[in-house]
Structures are given as C-alpha cells and as structure tokens.
C-alpha cells in the first residue's frame, strides 16, 4: 500500500532526521526530494504545490530551526500536512436512525468495484446492527443483477430486482415500498455505470436522485487509476453532488495519487477503501493513520482491530494459560497461524508496524513457511498435534509425504517448537517477574519466523 510513496519520503526524511542542527538548505532539499516524491506519485500539482509552499513556511519558522530536536519536528509538519491533505480525520456515514429508511447511492464508472463495493459496505453495516436492503438499479451492465445477488447471498444480505425492468427510479420506488414493509432501515442502491461519463448516465442518476433523496452519494473509484480518479470524483461532484469517495484497490494502490489529491480538488472526504477481494476487506479511511504508515510509522491501532476481529478473547485467555502451564500444543500452535492468516497478508501487517513500511519485499514473504507448517501441521493425526514427543522416524516420514514436504521439514518444524516449548517453561518460573517474562515473549517473536509467536 503507498510502497513508492512511502519509501522515497522515508529516504527524504533520514537525511534531516536525528540532526543536532538544521539549515535552512536542510530543509529546501528535504523539502524537493518530498515534493519530487509527491509528483512521482501522481499527486495533483496544485495540491503538491501548496504541501510544498505550506511546509517550507512553517519549517523555516525559528521553533523548528531552534528545537531540541529539529529533524523531530520537521517530520511532525509533513505529517499534520498529509493528514490535512488527506481528509483531517475519519468521516461517518450520515444515516438515519433505525425507525426510519436511510438511503446510499453507489456511483461510480463500470470496472471500478462499485456493485462489489455496495456488498462490502452492506456487511459492514450489517455486522454494525443495521437492517440492509441491496437494490439492483444497475439496469444496462449485463450481468450486473446477478452479481450483486450472487454478493447478496454470500453476505446474507437481501436484494431488491425486477427482472427485465427498465426504469431504475420505478425499481427503488417498489424496493423502497419491500424495505417500509419489512423494516428494513438501510438501502444500498446499486446505479449504472458506462466506460466513461456520458450525459444519459448523468441525467438517469439525477433522476434517481430527486426520487431517492439519498441520504449518501458515495463515488466509487480505483485507485490504481490516480489522477483520473480525482477527475472522475470532480465531474460526477458538479453534476450529482457528492457526500463522499470510496477508493478501491486501495492495498495494489503503490503511489497514491488519488487518496492525497481528493480531498483538496474536490472537497469530499474519503470515506471507505477496498482493501482485498474478501467482503470483509472493507475499511473506513483514518488520514492520521495512513499518514503514519507514508512516513513509517506504523499503524498500531489498525493492527489490534484487526486481530480483534479474528481473535476470540476467551480463546486468547485460553491459550495464554496454556503457555504458561506448558500446554502448548501442535494443534494451538496450528490455530494460531489460522488466525493470523484471518488477519490479512503478512505485506500489510508488517506495513503496520513502526518502521517496517517497504523494509520486507514481496519476494521476502514469498519465502516464508506459514503455508508450509500449516501443511505439516494438519497432515498429523490428532494424538500427534497433542504430542510431540511421539512422532519418531516412521511417522515423520508419513507426515512429510501428506504434506508434499520433506522429512528435514518436519524435523524443523518440531525442533522450533521444541525449543518454543522450552521457553514457555522458563516463562512460566519468571511468572512472578512481569518485567523478565515480557522480555522473555518478545524473544520468543522470532522463534517460530513468519508464522512464529
């Protein structure tokens, strides 16, 4: 995510971080190399030019040039300047609420994600309480009806169509009648899209409109498309008005263009990214957090949401208590790499972490072995998983043939976990030294590597 982006500002901002002093020329060249950085990236050049001007103001102030630590605070400008270019901060939906129906209007271009997008946006606002109703309104895209109820029924979620139908404003009119009557309180409306904007779509989505009243106008856009996105986002904005932007392919998105030009060029906040193919992979936009994340950071706080949501806290009580009672078994070890596998790729969970933004390459992860002690794992029997200590030669012979691995595999994986196991045991006696067992943990992280504790 942003990995061009933020690897060239991280190069900008080490040659001026850790200074005792800075310069003025410090500050020009750190500076340049951002505002090159910006440009690569597909950045408007009105928007780069005012970071550019708004930042050498403010740096060249004498409370930069005179602080304790100047290159410190020369990083904590061009953070608050992302994240004012970004949106400021995380924008809600304007809904209703539930004795009444709220109304979204999906909008966007064909191939921009949006009838996956009204899906991906259901869930969530399913899993949040609310009562959702998908309606089929994209009436020119063939195929379009199908996949928003082939969507719907993966999600559990109903949709609204009327087969052969012609008028989209006639369809919401009878799905708004079914939602009234059975107490649906969203509406996620589906709307044409064409290849490119052309005035009948425009006049067929301002009919829609006046009839639907919507609560939300949300523009659907692909990232990878920069700038063009942004000119998107400001066209369907003059003629429909917008209320907000969701991005897809937020996570392949390498330069950032689209998300650091939005908000000034059209004056609509980024409300939701796609982040994956998953229905789940759908998530609102913090501006303080993916700022953080350009300048290597880390997103610590998106990190622990998303194990929240994988990780069942009775489980994790559970497992902690079986650690330090040497319980640890095969068969826990195997649902802990299940569980982080919930989570994401490993890309974007490193990315999360301080400092480790563009450090780890794709070809880096590729040769990590989660998928392959997982493999080993569930090709032993449940005694096996439960103990160890039993499977000799023959048995490490039949699990390396199960599991399309060889027999030097096997003994890998059972050593790294022997050798978890014995750290488990001195955690257990250093129970009553908090300090000692939790340095005793961070040790063990990279015991078992990628897919390790």
């Given amino acids: 995510m942003l ?13 001026i971080n850790g200074k005792a002093t800075i310069t003025e020329k410090n500050i020009e060249d750190a500076v340049e190399a951002i505002k090159m950085a910006l440009l690569e990236a597909d950045v408007n050049l009105r928007v780069v030019r005012r970071f550019v001007n708004s930042t050498i103001e403010e740096a060249k102030g004498e409370r930069v040039l005179r602080s304790v630590d100047p290159g410190q605070q020369f990083i904590k400008i061009v953070h608050d300047k992302l994240v004012a270019f970004l949106g400021d901060a995380k924008q809600d939906l304007n809904l209703k609420g539930p004795d009444t129906q709220s109304v979204i209007l999906m909008l966007g271009l064909q191939g921009s994600g949006k009838t996956t997008s009204s899906a991906k946006l259901a869930l969530r606002l399913k899993k949040e309480g609310r009562k959702v109703l998908l309606v089929a309104c994209d009436l020119i895209r063939p195929a379009a009806i199908e996949q928003l109820s082939v969507l719907g029924s993966q999600i559990g979620v109903p949709v609204y169509k009327e087969e052969g139908a012609k008028d989209p404003v006639k369809v919401y009119k009878g799905a708004l009648e079914t939602a009234r009557k059975n107490l649906y309180d969203t509406i996620i409306v589906d709307t044409t899209g064409r290849l490119q904007i052309d005035q009948e779509m425009m006049t067929e989505l301002v009919r829609l409109r006046d009839a639907a009243k919507p609560d939300e106008l949300l523009l659907v856009a692909d990232a990878m498309t920069g700038q063009s996105a942004v000119d998107i986002a400001k066209a369907f904005d003059e003629q429909i008005g917008l209320t907000g932007v969701i991005l897809t392919k937020f996570d392949s998105d390498t330069r950032g263009g689209a998300a650091l030009s939005l908000k000034t060029i059209t004056g609509k906040p980024l409300k939701f990214v796609g982040v994956g193919e998953k229905p789940e992979d759908f998530e609102p936009f913090y501006p303080d957090r993916v700022a953080s994340r350009i300048l290597g950071m880390g997103d610590i706080v998106s990190l622990v949401e998303k194990a929240q949501q994988v990780v069942n806290q009775e489980e994790a009580a559970a497992l902690q208590k079986k650690m330090l009672s040497e319980d ?32 780890i390459s794709e070809e880096d992860l590729n040769k990590a072995d989660m998928k392959t002690q997982e493999a080993i794992i569930c090709s032993m029997t449940k005694k096996e998983r439960e103990n160890y200590l039993i499977i000799g030669p023959s048995r490490r012979a039949r699990i390396a043939r199960g599991s399309g691995t060889s027999v030097a595999e096997v003994a890998r994986l059972l050593k790294k976990f022997e050798k978890m196991r014995t750290m488990m045991k001195k955690m257990a006696k250093l129970g009553k030294n908090p300090k000692a067992a939790q340095a005793m943990m961070s040790r063990m992280g990279g015991m078992g590597g990628r897919g390790g504790l």
Wanted: net charge positive.
């Fill in 3 to 15: 990995e061009k982006l933020t690897g060239k500002i991280q190069d900008a901002l080490r040659t």
């Fill in 328 to 359: 640890f078994t095969l068969q826990d070890w195997l649902d802990q790499l299940r569980a982080v596998k919930k989570m994401g790729s490993l890309q974007s969970m490193l990315e999360m972490l301080p400092g480790m933004a563009g450090q």
